[in-house]
């Protein structure tokens, strides 16, 4: 069932029906990361010029390179911090965009089943800034573990995984059910939804393509939650049934939308 569904989530990924979501996340991400790269060595130069000016009063004579090394300073602090600040800003970048994400999984690949309600802004909101959260606790623990022989690869995946699995996948549960609901479902089926979450931090680790994490993770979770729910007793009443579902012209396999 883990597997099925992180098949399908890749597959899903790269699909016409995500290619808005996947261009807005890469494109954000993209202009955020550049940001600050040079808001960084702005304020490098803003504060280091004066700072050297006052440390050696006598010999100004190397301050018009100041500001150019300061900036090549900052620059290679942020390339070494990359590593780090790439998976928490698109995280937090695609999670404006994961319910649209979630609909496109429901709608193509399970037109037969209720469509999921949306959260509302304010929800979605205090939401992003768990996703954002907990990326940067897991890495913080994870950068901290590194350090520390024998488990720091472990220790990456275990908090990574953990973390990003219950997060994603009470996001998907809760487009159906309420929060402690999710949390049930959740606890009920937890070895389940952490080896899924190993299968997040697994793509997490790989540099660039860990940009795509957040996309992948919402699709897994939902072909996962999905799946869950087929085995013990379907989906609740209450999911939104307003919206249109697409239906596949072969009964095997879901129409696919184009973009």
């Given at each position: 069932?883990i ?26 991400t993209?202009?955020?990361l ?5 808001g ?9 010029v ?8 006598d010999?100004?004579s190397?301050?018009d ?6 900036g ?49 802004f304010l ?19 994870a ?14 995946f ?13 996001f ?8 402690d ?5 959740r606890?009920?089926h ?14 997490l680790?790989i ?46 396999a ?6």
């Amino acid at each position: 069932m883990i597997f099925t569904a992180a098949r399908l989530a890749l597959a899903d990924i790269f699909s016409p029906p995500f290619r808005a979501a996947l261009w807005k996340t890469l494109g954000l991400t993209a202009v955020v990361l550049v940001a600050l790269w040079f808001g960084l060595g702005a304020i490098a130069e803003i504060f280091a010029v004066p700072f050297l000016s006052n440390l050696f009063p006598d010999d100004l004579s190397w301050l018009d390179q100041a500001g150019t090394l300061a900036g090549w300073a900052a620059g290679l602090l942020l390339a070494v911090l990359l590593a780090f600040l790439i998976g928490p800003i698109s995280a937090v970048i695609a999670s404006l965009f994961l319910d649209d994400v979630a609909v496109v999984v429901e709608r193509e690949s399970y037109p037969d089943a209720p469509t999921g309600t949306a959260m509302a802004f304010l929800p979605g909101l205090v939401l992003s800034a768990k996703f954002f959260g907990v990326v940067i606790l897991g890495n913080l623990l994870a950068l901290v573990l590194l350090l520390v022989p024998g488990v720091n690869i472990a220790a990456f995946f275990l908090v990574n995984g953990y973390l990003l699995g219950r997060e994603y996948f009470e996001f998907a549960a809760m487009r159906y059910r309420s929060e402690d609901e999710a949390k049930a479902i959740r606890s009920r089926h937890g070895g389940t939804v952490f080896v899924a979450g190993l299968l997040i931090a697994g793509f997490l680790a790989i540099p660039i393509v860990n940009l795509l994490t957040p996309l992948f993770a919402a699709a897994l979770m939902v072909h996962l939650h999905q799946r869950i729910a087929a085995k013990t007793g379907g989906l609740p009443v209450q999911a939104d049934r307003t919206a249109p579902r697409v239906r596949g012209s072969d009964a095997a396999a879901p129409e696919r939308r184009s973009s």
